[in-house]
């Protein structure tokens, strides 16, 4: 009964350092996302795919990558750290664009770039 | 431009309390407005409202959807410490995105 999974949980990063944000999920959801949440900024898309090999932008894409090369998995790459992605990140899944498509969330990973 | 509005920010009340969460959209070709509930990581869902006037409930939770004056409004009563959280709500729209207000912290005390 995983559901969505997210790793890592914490991370610190430098200024200009990449690296690779997993999520995973299986429910064999079409729909998969990458939200940031930022104090009192709320909940905001950064990249979402509506199935494999399909991706699109959200609200906040600048500075960030993704890809759908599986149902199950879609990566959020950041290319060149800074420090204005730190922020909590949220994973989230659900089945498509279809009634009763609430989202399911990962546990998120919290990221401090210095 | 899109955009979801909740109020208050943050309520702080006591047990046994009830309280009123808003809701208000403006989002093209809306869909549905969802409601989670978010205490210390992923929010959890709690109502998906798509039709106008239609009350879901759960428990002492409740919710309503006005579509015609775009918003909706989140019931707790008999409030419990436990439903400390931040409560989002959000908007569907367009082609499956969706839109987040930035919450309404909720503090119970005993």
Partial sequence: NAGVTQTPKFQVLKTGQSMTLQCAQDMN??????????????????????GAGITDQGEVPNGYNVS??????????????????????????????????KLFFGSGTQLSVL | ????????????????????????????N?????WYKQEKKAPTFLFMLTSSGIEKKSGRLSSILD????????NITATQTGDSAVYLCAGIYNTDKLIFGTG???????
């Fill in chain 2, 104 to 110: 309404t912290r909720l503090q119970v005390f005993p």
């Fill in chain 2, 30 to 34: 809306f869909r549905s407005l969802l």
């Fill in chain 2, 67 to 74: 579509k015609k004056e775009l918003f909706s409004i989140l």
């Fill in chain 1, 29 to 50: 959801h079409e729909y998969m996302s990458w939200y940031r949440q930022d104090p009192g900024m709320g909940l905001r898309l950064i990249h979402y795919s509506v």
């Fill in chain 1, 68 to 101: 759908r090369s599986t149902t199950e998995d879609f990566p959020l790459r950041l290319l060149s750290a800074a420090p204005s992605q730190t922020s909590v990140y949220f994973c989230a899944s659900r089945t498509g664009p279809t009634l009763g498509e």
């Fill in chain 2, 1 to 28: 431009e899109d955009k979801v509005v909740q109020s208050p920010l943050s309520l702080v009340v006591h047990e046994g309390d009830t309280v009123t969460l808003n809701c208000s959209y403006e989002v093209t």
